[in-house]
């Protein structure tokens, strides 16, 4: 399927690399943060720059995205505010129903990563289906219900998200059956 039509399915994704496949270095904040929506800000084939920004400054706002404006090259964000605008881009989707966030905090600092888990929680709090992906023990315990390990394509087992289970989660993450 295309980027658009899984959009249109309800479907978002935080992929792994935000740099490969989830922004536009070259383009706007304001673009990346819409990139999957930009013909709602198009009248005659033209971009509706105005709107674009007040739309894009709204989001920022609320997902704590720093930048001078919602105009500068997303290139110029660190690692954490582009994180958080590609979170923003996604959380937002009208008909949101399941997000996939792959390695979501990889790379972020303290701060980042706090925003990321809260934004990822409120949407499970408005009944988005979440499969976070993540070899962080520590992050899947604090974020997920359930743990489901892979180990070389294969599922190893799963159980609670729970501190008590973590000798048992290492024990799968090591390739021993449980």
């Known amino acids: ?19 490969a496949t989830g922004c ?22 033209f971009l509706r720059r105005g709107a674009l920004t007040a739309a894009a400054s709204e989001l920022m706002t609320r997902f704590d995205v720093r930048a001078q404006t919602p105009d500068v090259p997303f290139f110029a964000l660190s690692g954490g505010n582009q994180q958080k605008a590609v979170l923003a881009r996604e959380l937002t989707l009208p008909n949101l129903k399941v997000l996939l966030a792959a390695q ?47 180990y070389r394509g294969r599922i190893m087992g799963s159980c609670a998200a729970d501190p008590a289970e973590r000798e048992r989660i290492g024990a799968m993450m090591a390739g021993q059956l449980q």
């Open 1 to 19: 399927l295309a980027p658009r039509e899984i959009t249109a399915t309800g479907f978002a994704v935080v992929p792994e690399d935000r740099h």
């Open 24 to 45: 536009v270095l070259e383009l706007s904040v304001a673009e990346n943060i819409f990139l999957n929506r930009l013909d709602t800000f198009t009248s005659y084939g």
């Open 104 to 150: 979501p905090t990889r790379g972020l600092d303290v701060g980042a990563v706090a925003a990321v888990y809260g934004h990822i929680r409120q949407a499970c709090e408005r009944g988005v289906a979440v499969l976070l992906i993540s070899s962080e023990l520590d992050e899947l315990i604090a974020v997920a219900d359930r743990i489901v390990v892979l």
